[in-house]
């Protein structure tokens, strides 16, 4: 079955520190994966698509078959980024996340 | 309207009562999905639309969860005899198709059923 599998449930870091968002998927073809972002207070809202190979925000997140990892990483966290992530894999008709990382990023 | 619209915001209901939930998609976006977002759980997923159809219902926690999508539009969520395990934030979003395009959520509707 297809499956997203976010590890930590918290992360906290300092302001500057570097930051690593766990993410492992199970797929069988070609998985199609996302990071969604919800702000405090705020609508989910897409952060990045692996297809993009884009960096927002400072943050990238590659895809690694191999590992069937798409980890998403900060270099220098900043307290803006405080808030909950959520890794997601589309699979032929639905979307479906994990269960959700909370970052906080202390001053 | 420019994002996705979901009402009501809150609803607070008795055991054993029905509710509807209703969420107004981006115009023009065909792809429509129902999440459940519960302390813990992350983002349950419960159905998706694309058009009026929906290819999998796998997902509706029980036979009391029932959902609808007319004229491509408006979709509503129907919780009969709901039970205290219903309580939530139940959110849609919508897509202009399915596959590597940006789903857009709606702001949610939490449900307390006491």
Redesign the interface.
């Known amino acids: 079955a297809q499956r997203v599998t ?1 590890p930590e ?1 918290l992360l906290s870091v300092f302001k500057g520190a570097p930051v690593e968002l766990k993410c492992n998927y199970s797929y069988s073809g070609s998985p ?1 994966l996302f990071w ?1 972002v919800q702000y405090s207070r705020q ?4 952060l990045l ?1 692996h ?1 993009s190979r884009e960096s927002i925000k400072g943050f990238t997140a590659d895809l690694n078959k191999g590992e069937t990892s798409f980890h998403l990483k900060k270099p220098f966290a900043q307290e803006e980024d405080s808030a909950m992530y ?1 890794c997601a894999l ?1 699979n032929t ?8 990382t909370r970052l906080q990023v202390f001053p | 309207g420019a ?1 996705v619209s979901q009402s009501p915001s809150n609803k607070v209901t008795e055991k054993g009562k029905d509710v509807e939930l209703r969420c107004d998609p981006i115009s023009g976006h065909t792809a429509l ?1 129902w ?1 459940r977002q519960s302390l ?4 349950e ?1 419960l159905i ?1 639309f ?1 058009g009026n159809s929906a ?2 219902k796998s ?1 509706l926690p029980s036979d009391r969860f029932s959902a609808e999508r007319t004229g491509g539009s408006v979709s509503t969520l129907t919780i009969q005899r709901t039970q205290q395990e219903d309580s939530a934030v139940y ?1 849609c ?1 919508s897509s202009f198709r ?3 395009t ?7 509707t939490r449900l307390t059923v006491v």
């Open positions: 976010q449930k199609e969604y609508r989910l809202q897409l698509r297809i959520y589309y008709d639905k979307l479906i996340f994990g269960t959700g | 994002g999905y999440y813990g759980q992350g983002l997923f998706y694309q290819p999998d997902g959110l979003a399915a596959s590597y940006e789903a857009f959520f709606g702001q949610g």
